[in-house]
């Protein structure tokens, strides 16, 4: 079978091409007497994906193109023609690897993709196949090119927990999951692979270890000679389209940009791209690149992800050329809001919390341009702050709260039981002035936890995954005026910020910084004439991928500032969105 996209034509010269194949308990106050809790369960939207049945049904029709040689590379081949002294033809696979054991990389998966058409005729079938990696139990950090175009949702499934290519539908202890959502780069260019990241939210979470890409402004990863690792299943010779039945992994260090641009041009362009490995031989004797089948894959750096396979020359090995990655510290802004963004039904917007004057909390599901939908989670009476937060990154939203006697507690989904249960954080919780779940602030995957006291410290309790928080730090001195919130990231470099009003009504911004021991930067003046009756911060509730801030006007209506993504400017009062109007008699927003 032909494997090139369904969508017009590639602007890619001949020379390049991608590489996908086609087919503890915190604080230390004493412990108070138990108080109210949530009494109702929660009846959440199922994330239903196709069966396990299904699913393996997938991964062995794709393990049967592959053994046949007919899942090629997902892109069709480009027909202008290449400059005249290179050839190239843009085509990624590991060439010259050598095999790497799971303990090594466990958050390794494979992308397989299979569509029957629905036919006995397997002329028609469609298969791709792509490498991938595990950035959260539900998350997956590929290539946009191996995602763009296709409906991974109906025909696709994600492999992780082994280093073998499924035989036969064995798929060598290893765990199926589905594809729930898809995310490609809004701005991925299809002619010319930029922008070239994608995000796949799976249907289940998968029990192996995450790896987390680079952070904005890292510099120290793509220093010219530091040294790097890709992994991937791809072809493993320029005269064969056979791919590694095994998961290889090659040394690829970081080159200058200086040496893919002179052997690209224009194609390749340093901001949003990786050069790494050294010039290849023109034969597979000497050549180490990857190929096709290992795009999607991890170029690794330091414990972390510094690029993402994309695009090379066809067959890989032509003489002088190089591997190129799409450059994750780049993309950091748009992509880490995609691996943190559960909310209470699925979507791809976050959702709101609100307690009527009755007492009796309900869920308000966005629609984008308002809320709406609710649905009651019960008795809230006795409580006086919720947050929204996966603190145990199963990708159900939980709720963290605290009752009348000062005690913390979250409130998750145990998919077992089929219900929300209650797990205490820890007494002692009244004292402080302000609690907010920022999200991943210190830079480890985990959602941390910050809180402001009446003395003006400022504490962060770094969350560890599961639930729980390491002990306190203080990070700040001087918040005992502030009111303080944030989930998510306003600046628009993909770490958290706090957003903090002062007595005087005035808006402040407090940049991420993604370290542990100096977590948020000098403040910037958001504005002034911040005189609103209630204020929240649940994420990205219009959906532009940018976490936005909720706030109550004196007229009962409820309006969204939706963040620029600015460092300097972070919301425009012109862009704000009315949600809806009648807020007025509601005690309490999370």
């Not at 040689?69 to 480009?78: A, K």
């Not at 994600?158 to 060598?172: F, I, K, S, Y």
């Not at 958001?526 to 005189?531: E, Y």
Request: charged share 20%; glycine share 14%.
């Amino acid at each position: 079978m032909t494997s090139g996209r369904r969508k017009g034509s590639t602007a890619f010269s001949a020379v390049v091409a991608a590489i996908a194949l086609g087919t503890a308990a915190l604080s230390a106050a004493p412990a108070q007497a138990d108080a109210h809790q949530p009494s109702a369960k929660q009846s959440v939207q199922p994330r239903t994906t196709a069966s396990q049945a299904e699913l393996l049904a997938t991964v062995k029709g794709s393990a049967a193109q592959l053994s046949r040689g007919e899942s090629g590379d997902s892109r069709e081949p480009v027909s202008t023609p290449a400059p005249e002294a290179s050839g190239r033809s843009a085509d990624p696979k590991i060439i010259g690897g050598t095999a790497a054991t799971l303990g090594e990389a466990p958050w390794m998966v494979q992308l397989h993709y299979y569509d029957d058409k629905g036919t006995t005729d397997t002329a028609d079938d469609e298969g791709y196949f792509c490498g991938g990696t595990l950035v959260a139990p539900a998350k997956v950090l590929t290539a946009a090119h191996c995602v763009d175009g296709l409906d991974w949702k109906s025909n696709g499934a994600v492999l992780g927990g082994t280093t073998r290519l499924p035989e036969a539908g064995d798929v060598h202890g290893g765990t199926v999951a589905g594809v729930w959502r898809q995310w490609v780069h809004p701005d991925y260019d299809d002619a010319y692979l930029d922008n070239d990241v994608a995000v796949l939210t799976l249907g289940s979470a998968l029990p192996y270890q995450t790896l987390q890409p680079a952070a904005s402004g890292d510099t120290a990863r793509y220093k010219t000679g530091t040294p790097a690792t890709v992994y991937g299943w791809g072809r493993t010779s320029s005269t064969s389209d056979d791919i590694s039945p095994v998961l290889l992994k090659a040394s690829v260090p970081v080159q200058a940009d200086s040496a893919c641009s002179g052997y690209f041009g224009g194609e390749y362009t340093a901001e949003k791209m990786v050069c790494a490995g050294q010039a290849a031989t023109g034969q597979d004797a000497g050549t180490v690149s990857p190929c096709n089948g290992d795009s999607g894959g991890p170029l690794v750096v330091n414990g972390r992800i510094a690029g993402v396979v994309s695009w090379g020359v066809a067959d890989c090995v032509a003489s002088g050329a190089y591997g190129v990655y799409a450059k994750t510290a780049t993309f950091a802004g748009e992509v880490n809001p995609r691996i943190d963004d559960a909310n209470l039904n699925f979507d791809d917007r976050a959702d709101l919390f609100a307690r009527a004057s009755t007492g009796e909390g309900f869920n308000y599901y966005s629609r984008g341009t308002s809320v709406g939908d609710r649905e009651s989670v019960g008795d809230w009476q006795g409580i006086d702050l919720v947050r929204q937060a996966d603190v145990n990154r199963d990708f159900y939203q939980d709720y963290v709260y605290r009752n009348s006697a000062g005690e913390l507690y979250w409130w998750g989904y145990d998919s077992a039981a089929e219900a929300y249960q209650d797990h205490k954080i820890g007494p002692g919780w009244g004292s402080l002035r302000n609690i907010t779940l920022t999200g991943d602030v210190t830079g480890d995957g985990y959602v941390d936890l910050t809180a402001n006291d009446s003395a003006g410290a400022l504490w962060m309790w770094a969350g560890r995954g599961n639930g729980t928080f390491a002990p306190k730090v203080r990070v700040g001195v001087g918040w005992s005026t502030y009111q303080v919130y944030g989930r998510g990231d306003y600046s628009g470099d993909g770490k958290p910020d706090l957003i903090a009003r002062d007595a005087g009504a005035v808006l402040w911004m407090y940049k991420g910084t993604g370290s542990a021991s100096a977590p948020f930067s000098g403040r910037v003046k958001v504005g002034s004439g911040w005189n609103f009756t209630a204020y929240a911060t649940t994420g990205d509730v219009t959906g532009d991928g940018r976490a936005d801030f909720i706030v109550r006007d004196t007229a009962g209506e409820l309006w969204a500032y939706k963040s620029t993504g600015s460092a300097t400017v972070p919301f425009a009062t012109a862009a704000r969105v009315k949600l809806g109007v009648g807020w007025g008699s509601y005690s309490l927003l999370g």
